[in-house]
T-cell receptor
Framework: SQQGEEDPQALSIQEGENATMNCSYK?????LQWYRQNSGRGLVHLIL?????REKHSGRLRVTLDTSKKSSSLLITASRAADTASYFCATADSGAGSYQLTFGKGTKLSVIP | DTGVSQNPRHKITKRGQNVTFRCDPISEHNRLYWYRQTLGQGPEFLTYFQNEAQLEKSRLLSDRFSAERPKGSFSTLEIQRTEQGDSAMYLC?????WGAGAEAFFGQGTRLTVV
């Protein structure tokens, strides 16, 4: 089963604008990760934020985590056409004996040149 | 190329046939995962290996599915008596560690179409 939901399901912006995607989840987590998937391809890891962290930056990416609300956001600044892809959040549960990453359904981002 | 490699990239099979997919993880990674992804959905966990030991299996993995990782290197995922509902992208990933939450490296996937 899938852990949570990304919001929005689809997002279309102009090149140069910022894109914000949100993720909600249901259980206690060890960490939350964001992945990108180009059409028909495998997933590429973008950034990981641990449960005791609130914000993390990597290049044009900014991730926030609010464990009290069980939510995270991914901000892509100064978007480029090459950022067009689906973005997934994935959680690593803090429960003992579970090794899986649980993915949401993704946000499909289209950046228009 | 030292990334995760999956073969074949595409497989079309008739309903009722058996299929086998192969995954070669990054060589120093001891952890290997299989996921299934259908159109418009996120990947769903199937099974996990630490070295050669299969430590976790999803209830999605019915009796028709079996996965192996002999010698803790490459892994195979076999689906017996395929059904149309098995049509999906099958993704393999590997990582060095878990718990601390190291990133998972994914292969390009094997797209299965059951006709």
């Amino acid at each position: 089963s899938q852990q949570g939901e990304e919001d929005p399901q689809a997002l279309s912006i102009q090149e140069g604008e910022n894109a914000t995607m949100n993720c909600s989840y249901k259980t206690s987590i060890n960490n939350l990760q964001w992945y990108r998937q180009n059409s028909g391809r495998g997933l590429v890891h973008l950034i990981l934020i641990r449960s005791n962290e609130r914000e993390k930056h990597s290049g044009r990416l900014r991730v926030t985590l609010d464990t009290s609300k069980k939510s995270s956001s991914l901000l892509i600044t100064a978007s480029r056409a090459a950022d067009t892809a689906s973005y997934f959040c994935a959680t690593a549960d803090s429960g003992a004996g579970s090794y899986q990453l649980t993915f949401g359904k993704g946000t499909k981002l289209s950046v228009i040149p | 190329d030292t990334g995760v490699s999956q073969n074949p990239r595409h497989k079309i099979t008739k309903r009722g046939q058996n299929v086998t997919f192969r995954c070669d993880p990054i060589s120093e990674h001891n952890r290997l995962y299989w996921y299934r992804q259908t159109l418009g959905q996120g990947p769903e966990f199937l099974t996990y290996f630490q070295n050669e030991a299969q430590l976790e299996k999803s209830r999605l993995l019915s009796d028709r599915f079996s996965a192996e990782r002999p010698k803790g290197s490459f892994s195979t995922l076999e689906i017996q008596r395929t059904e149309q509902g098995d049509s999906a992208m099958y993704l393999c990933a590997s990582s060095l560690e878990w718990g601390a939450g190291a990133e998972a490296f994914f292969g390009q996937g094997t797209r299965l179409t059951v006709v």
